[in-house]
């Protein structure tokens, strides 16, 4: 019977500090999961952080119709109703969080909800050492006139870049990713109202052994 009571009572012990163990595991898998949500500062510049950089040759044809001041300070006296523009550049595109706000929360399915402004064109240089009209280098390639107008002309156009702000939106989207599946939380990603499919991420969504699996590059 003391054997009994005896081996009883190291079974409640065991079952006790088990129970207390998985109560703490879990109390700290809340807090770090809260902490997560509650740290909007770290949220936002995972976002802002998440640029890609691109650095390719535009080019284009230009009319007067498009740009009569620009037109004209590329034209040298060009006989010619068009001509070919290319011009090396770098850009950085993302998502600027600096002047436009985001909102998330935890949605009806218990996943973190995201919505996010659009990409943008975050910065931009050209390079006018390398301006070619028609194949030929530009004379006045070193106007400051030409610069700005330049700039004024092509910012609008290469913020429209198609494959640089979808390469930005799945820089953000991964980043998000990495922040917030390693533990277990859903994502549901809006970026400019669009939803963004969650490719497959080792690390995030997806197991290096899965990746290997798969043939996947970690």
């Known amino acids: 019977m003391k054997i009994l009571k005896i081996s009883l009572l190291v079974l409640f012990v065991g079952a006790a500090i088990v129970a207390t163990y998985l109560i703490g595991y879990k109390t700290g898998a809340d807090v770090v999961r809260n902490g997560l949500?509650?740290?909007?500062?770290?949220?936002?510049?995972?976002?802002q952080s998440s640029d890609i950089e691109t650095d390719s040759i535009l080019t284009f044809t230009l009319t007067a119709q498009d740009d009569s001041s620009l037109f004209?300070?590329?034209?040298?006296?060009?006989?010619?109703?068009?001509?070919?523009?290319?011009?090396?550049y770098y850009g950085r595109y993302g998502v600027d969080?600096?002047?436009r706000h985001f909102r998330f929360f935890i949605n009806d399915d218990k996943d973190?909800?995201?919505?996010?402004?659009?990409v943008t064109l975050l910065y931009c240089e050209l390079k006018f050492d390398q301006l070619l009209i028609n194949g030929q280098q530009?004379?006045?390639?070193?106007?400051p006139n030409l610069h700005k107008t330049m700039y004024a002309y092509l910012i609008p156009l290469l913020g429209k870049n198609r494959a640089s702000q979808k390469a930005a939106k799945?820089?953000?989207?991964k980043a998000l990713?990495?922040?917030?599946?390693?533990?277990?939380?859903?994502?549901?990603?809006?970026?400019?109202?669009?939803?963004?499919?969650?490719?497959?991420?080792?690390?995030?969504?997806?197991?290096?052994?899965?990746?290997?699996k798969k043939g996947l590059v970690i």
């Open 177 to 212: 990713m990495y922040y917030f599946m390693p533990y277990k939380f859903g994502l549901r990603l809006y970026i400019d109202k669009e939803f963004q499919d969650l490719p497959l991420v080792p690390g995030a969504n997806l197991t290096i052994e899965e990746a290997v």
């Open 97 to 99: 969080l600096t002047i």
């Open 112 to 118: 973190v909800e995201i919505w996010l402004p659009g």
């Open 37 to 47: 949500l509650a740290n909007h500062p770290t949220i936002k510049n995972v976002v």
């Open 72 to 88: 004209n300070l590329l034209s040298n006296n060009r006989r010619s109703d068009s001509f070919r523009v290319s011009i090396p």
């Open 138 to 143: 530009a004379a006045a390639a070193n106007s």
């Open 170 to 173: 799945l820089a953000v989207t």
